[in-house]
């Protein structure tokens, strides 16, 4: 399979649940991001990684927790979630940091929390 | 302040016209990237055109052109002879160069378009 696969595509959870998020690239990239994306809201970028190292953590609260066991891997682990975190989370990844280099997306994980 | 501004939360284009997407940007680094996606009900984030900041011309990608005035700092996409299937989410977003770190894609807040038969 080629390009971001995120699993799985939809997801409803209670507030007492703990579930992962799970990112899969096969591009070769060596950055990885999570992003968030609300009803009329802006895209916000929750966590980047390169080469498997954490780099940016945009003041993301812990009950999401992030995990790059390698490059071509990326989860986002989930905990005691509040409803209003319910959105579509999107993986994204990269070849490189210069400016010319745009991110493949994954198609989301849509979460509703309950 | 917005790094990316995007006007029009809506557009209503009539099928084989032309459109244009309104994008403004942000920023005090010479070295940056312009960059539009199309987002469909699916979800996905699909790449459709880059200008960088150095180029002499305007980007073109099949039915997709950036108007890219850099005095204006503006970076709007074009998308001629509209079909049914370009009615989806476009967001312009940009990366900046800030040196040799790896700086993430900012988006604007979208622009929702709309073909109509």
């Known amino acids: 399979e080629t390009g971001v696969t995120q699993t799985p595509r939809h997801l409803v959870m209670g507030m007492t649940n703990k579930k992962s998020l799970k990112c899969e690239q096969h591009l070769g990239h060596n950055a990885m991001y999570w992003y968030k994306q609300s009803a009329k809201k802006p895209l916000e970028l929750m966590f980047v990684?390169?080469?498997?190292?954490?780099?940016e953590n945009n003041s993301v609260p812990s009950r999401f927790s992030p995990e790059c066991p390698n490059s071509s891997h990326l989860f986002l682990h989930l905990h005691t979630l509040q409803p209003e975190d319910s959105a579509l989370y999107l993986c994204?990844?990269?070849?490189?940091?210069?400016?010319?280099?745009?991110?493949?997306f994954g198609s989301g994980t849509r979460l509703t929390v309950v | 302040a917005q790094k990316i501004t995007q006007t029009q939360p809506g557009m209503f284009v009539q099928e084989k016209e032309a459109v244009t997407l309104d994008c403004t940007y942000d920023?005090?680094?010479?070295?940056?990237?312009l960059f539009w996606y199309k987002q469909p009900s699916s979800g996905e984030m699909i790449f459709l055109i880059y200008?960088?900041?150095?180029?002499?011309q305007n980007a073109t990608e099949g039915r997709y052109s950036l108007n890219f005035q850099k005095a204006r700092k503006s970076a709007n996409l074009v998308i001629s002879a509209s079909q049914l299937g370009d009615s989806a989410m476009y967001f312009c977003?940009?990366?900046?160069?800030?040196?040799?770190?790896?700086?993430?894609?900012?988006f604007g807040k979208g622009t929702r378009l709309s073909v109509i038969a």
């Open positions: 977003a940009m990366r900046e160069g800030r040196g040799s770190g790896n700086t993430p894609l900012v």
């Open positions: 920023t005090s680094d010479p070295s940056y990237g």
């Open positions: 990684y390169n080469f498997k190292e954490q780099t």
């Open positions: 994204a990844s990269s070849q490189g940091s210069g400016t010319n280099y745009g991110y493949t």
């Open positions: 200008q960088g900041s150095y180029d002499q």
